[in-house]
């Protein structure tokens, strides 16, 4: 019998691969943007952690924000079918303290991934990817720049010598048919390609994904990832629906995604997160993957430098 249950998951693993070569390659689209705001001070990049799911990230003169949610403690938003849920931590930056911002990703249009602040005060003209319906709703809501990207399509930012390719990565935000009743999701991968004295980098973010089939596929296409943002909380609706990732969860995300560094976020901001970063840090001890694990606080940063390797927190 264990024999049988050795080759049934070769079987399976094999059809990944192959599913995942199979994949066609989607077309390209181009982002030309003007020179950077200021040169960047060194051959190092950066992250650094808001709260919740939003990062501000760094690296060859390009600067992206993720899931921008600027709410403050005691502050609502609303999940959709008469769904509340209260934050209950303050971001470490206020929207207004942010720099130029070359592009936004949006994993999903949900209030917590993109609240009425950001609604009322992002300017109009700054790039945002998303899935397809969050773009809808975004163009609708005046941003003139919003880009929508199927999943495995890419972006490719351009400055310069420099590329950043954002591809989106296959998401399913619930289980079976519930997943049909809330906003389509994606992950994201960053490839920042090389340049002279910038070595290459590849950062994964998971967006709030559950684990499915389709995210076996991601390291056959992508392999060798230098750090990957998990998105956890263990996010439940109706006290029972699970929606994100918990720290059981995100111990199979690490094994299955491979990287070299991961840092977890989204946990402890919303009264419906019901798995705290306390659950993480057990399974990934119990694992003995402590030593691939960046624990950030709100505000730190997170440097890395790829010839170097990764630096710790600051």
């Known amino acids: 019998m264990h024999q049988v249950r ?15 070569l199979a994949q066609p390659d989607q077309p390209v689209q181009i982002l030309e943007l ?32 993720t899931d921008p ?16 849920a209260e934050r209950l931590t303050n971001p470490a930056l206020e929207l207004a303290q942010l720099p130029p911002l070359d592009l936004v990703i949006l994993s999903h249009i949900h209030e917590d991934h993109f609240d009425r602040v950001v609604q009322a005060s992002l300017p109009r003209d700054v790039p945002i990817v998303s899935t397809q319906d969050a773009v809808a709703k975004l163009q609708a809501l005046g941003f003139r720049k919003a880009i929508s990207l199927a999943t495995w399509e890419a972006l490719e930012l351009r400055r310069g010598q420099a590329r950043l390719s954002v591809s989106a990565m296959p998401g399913q935000h619930g289980p079976g048919l519930a997943n049909a009743l809330l906003p389509s999701v994606m992950g994201s991968m960053l490839d920042f390609a090389a340049l002279p004295g910038q070595p290459r980098y590849r950062m994964y973010i998971s967006g709030d994904t559950l684990i499915h089939d389709a995210i076996r596929l991601i390291p056959h296409r992508y392999p060798d990832i230098d750090l990957a943002l ?12 699970k929606v994100t990732m918990d ?7 690490l094994r299955i995604i491979a990287p070299a560094r991961a840092i977890p ?9 019901k798995s705290p970063l306390s659950d993480f840090e057990h399974e990934v001890h119990a694992a003995g993957l402590d030593g691939k694990i960046v624990y950030l606080k709100r505000g730190e940063r997170y440097q890395f430098a790829p010839a170097a390797g990764p630096a710790p927190p600051e």
């Open 230 to 241: 998990l998105h956890l909380g263990g996010t439940r609706i109706l006290k029972m629906l």
């Open 265 to 273: 976020i989204h946990f402890d901001d919303y009264d419906v997160f």
């Open 69 to 84: 949610n600027f709410l403050h403690k005691g502050d609502h938003v609303h999940l959709g079918y008469g769904l509340h």
């Open 34 to 65: 003007g020179p950077p705001a200021t040169a960047p001070a060194d051959t190092s990049g950066n992250v650094q952690f808001i709260g919740t799911a939003t990062v501000l990230i760094r690296y060859q003169g390009f600067t992206i924000l």
């Open 247 to 253: 720290g059981k969860d995100g111990v199979q995300m």
């Open 6 to 20: 050795t080759v049934f998951a070769a079987l399976i693993l094999c059809t990944l691969h192959v599913l995942a």
